[in-house]
């Protein structure tokens, strides 16, 4: 088994249709990893370029520590299911599942046995003599498992294989799927648009949208987490409310009188900035529950229609904010007697507010900018005259800063220790206010002690701070980026390779061209291949290699021609394979 790494891998289809963007992942070795999204988002074309089925547009693939991108499928090592079976109809089960291993001029005894072992795992031993027309749905999925568990490949390819299946066959597939992979232990790789069979199969699940990957998390922190209103409608059902509300200090307007007040800790979550404005307010219908007349959020006269499920019981009902029905998901027994007016609370520690770009506005694992004094002497940054960068040039992309007086150091929120690792390490005290629970780790909301400022930090699951304890924290000096007063970056990181070199991008006739001092590339004759790109606002950084394959850095004023002169320098680099 391998890991599977996926480096900005992107896909144009004939006729310009971009069908993914942009595409960065690493899936470790034994991982059950899930690509989930609606239809037409881009799942497939991924899985197939990883299969080798589909030409890569640009970006690298890798299947352990081998680059595929030029490797045929059939030699990349990786077994594929597909959601209808492409079993060989007139082989029986039994050819069908040791055909590969014929193909590879195994022995009869050993295709034998091999073929038994994966039979008995998959309980079709009785069915080796059939043909697949003589098996049912469920029976020739579990054929077409078999046939990939007889190699041990790299990894395991899955594109949808229970979508043909009935509900109950699929639920029963579900969970037979998700211990085979417990029993081989083997790199998986799922495609589904079935946001259940993402969420109670995989170890971590890959959000796509039109082409562009949204989050990738845990079932657990993509639910409780989600980055954006997309994510967070798209997982769960039902799906979580959103309403329309503004914010005003610490509460939430639905209309002029009716509002719900946030928890402290929400309050320490949310990023700062966002008094006066609307906001998305996200309310996931189990959430609510029914409370008493005294301690309320919301008073219901009327429930326009409520749904005995058997587990659990669905009330719909209108509330100001939101133009469709409001969905409350209500434990059984709490709604057997709904009659009258229902009075409703909400569990404010789990609501989720989102921005005008229905972007989250709750922290997560972001990054924390620290007011701090700068100046630069012999090439040495010093730090509010305590902490020191040495050679500074070599890491600075702006070399006029001489001084800073009102600059920032940003560190993000897993960068930090509770442990010093060296006396020049950065150190700064917090007193905790909130806490989130994740899966590999727990994230706390904080603030500096005596200034106020705010500081999110992660550390391992096993530490644990409860809210007031003031903790020191500590930060390795190189780990610390300088940004300017507008919090752009001024440093890049070590990969960057000197020298920096200024460039423009000029037109000549129809022609766009990255001119340097001594150089003009364009897509004729000196072309350079777009290795990555940092934006840090006013200006960009173009890493690139030359013809000698040399690494240049480049520095271009950015303007309107900026991406056009890229698009030729991209496609240069596509026509190049
Ligand atoms: P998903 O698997 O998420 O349903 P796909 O990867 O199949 O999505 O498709 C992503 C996009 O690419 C869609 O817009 C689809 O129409 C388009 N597409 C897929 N295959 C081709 C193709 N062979 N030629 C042109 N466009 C394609």
Do not use: W
Request: net charge positive.
């Amino acid at each position: 088994m391998a890991k599977v790494k996926l480096i900005d891998v992107s896909k144009v289809y004939k006729g310009n249709v971009r069908a993914v963007s942009d595409f960065n992942l690493e899936i470790e070795d034994g991982e059950f990893i899930i690509f989930v999204g609606p239809s037409g988002c881009g799942k497939s074309t991924t899985l197939r370029m990883i299969a080798g089925l589909e030409e890569i547009t640009s970006g690298k693939i890798y299947i352990g520590d081998t680059l595929v991108n030029n490797i045929e499928p059939k030699d990349r090592d990786i077994a594929m299911v597909f959601q209808n079976y492409a079993l060989y109809p007139h082989m029986s089960v039994f050819d069908n599942l040791g055909y590969s291993l014929k193909c590879h001029h195994e022995k009869k005894e050993v295709i034998k046995e091999k073929v038994e072992k994966v039979a008995k795992l998959l309980n079709i031993q009785e069915l080796l003599d059939r043909k697949p027309r003589e098996l049912s749905g469920g029976q020739r999925q579990r054929v077409a498992l078999g046939r990939c568990l007889i190699r041990q490949p790299k990894a395991f390819l899955f594109d949808e294989p229970l979508s043909n299946l009935d509900a109950k066959l699929r639920v029963q597939m579900r969970s037979e799927i998700s211990k085979l992979h417990k029993q081989v232990q083997g790199t998986f790789i799922y495609v589904t648009h079935d946001q259940t069979e993402a969420m109670t199969m995989g170890d971590r699940i890959v959000v796509m949208k039109d082409g562009f990957v949204q989050q990738i998390d845990t079932p657990v922190n993509l639910y409780e987490h989600p980055v954006n209103i997309f994510v967070a409608t798209f997982l769960g059902s039902p799906q979580m409310n959103i309403f329309k509300v503004k914010l005003n200090k610490d509460k939430l307007y639905f209309s002029d009188h009716i509002y719900l007040k946030l928890s402290e800790k929400t309050k320490n979550k949310m990023i700062d900035g966002y008094d006066g404005k609307t906001l998305s307010l996200g309310i996931r219908p189990s959430d609510f529950d029914i409370a008493n007349k005294s301690s309320y959020d919301f008073c219901i006269e009327k429930i326009d229609l409520v749904e005995k499920l058997g587990n659990e019981t669905l009330l719909y009902l209108t509330l100001p904010g939101r133009e469709e029905s409001t969905i409350v998901s209500l434990k059984l027994d709490m709604a057997d007697d709904l009659k009258g007016p229902i009075y409703l609370k909400v569990n404010k520690d789990k609501i989720h507010l989102f921005n005008e770009d229905d972007e989250s506005i709750l922290k997560i694992n972001d990054y924390n900018f620290i007011p701090s004094k700068m100046s630069l002497e012999n090439d040495i940054l010093h730090i509010d005259n305590k902490y020191q960068i040495d050679n500074f040039s070599n890491k600075c992309v702006l070399s006029e800063i001489k001084q800073l007086d009102n600059g920032y150091i940003r560190i993000a929120s897993d960068a930090f220790k509770t442990k010093k690792l060296s006396k020049d390490d950065y150190v700064i005290e917090v007193e905790v206010r909130a806490k989130d629970v994740r899966s590999k780790s727990n994230v706390y909301f904080a603030k500096k002690v005596k200034d106020n400022i705010r500081i999110t930090f992660t550390c391992p699951k096993d530490e644990h701070y409860e809210l007031g304890d003031k903790v020191k924290l500590y930060v390795p000096i190189n780990e610390i980026s300088i940004c300017d007063s507008d919090k752009n970056v001024l440093m890049v990181d070590e990969n960057i390779v000197k020298p920096i070199i200024d460039a423009n991008i000029e037109m000549y006739g129809k022609e766009y061209y990255l001119v340097t001092q001594d150089k003009q590339f364009s897509k004729n004759n000196k072309y350079l291949l777009v290795e990555k790109i940092y934006d840090l606002n006013s200006k960009m950084l173009l890493r690139v290699i030359n013809q000698k394959n040399e690494t240049l850095t480049l520095k271009i004023n950015k303007n309107n021609d900026f991406f056009n002169g890229l698009m030729i320098y991209t496609k240069y680099k596509k026509a190049k394979k």
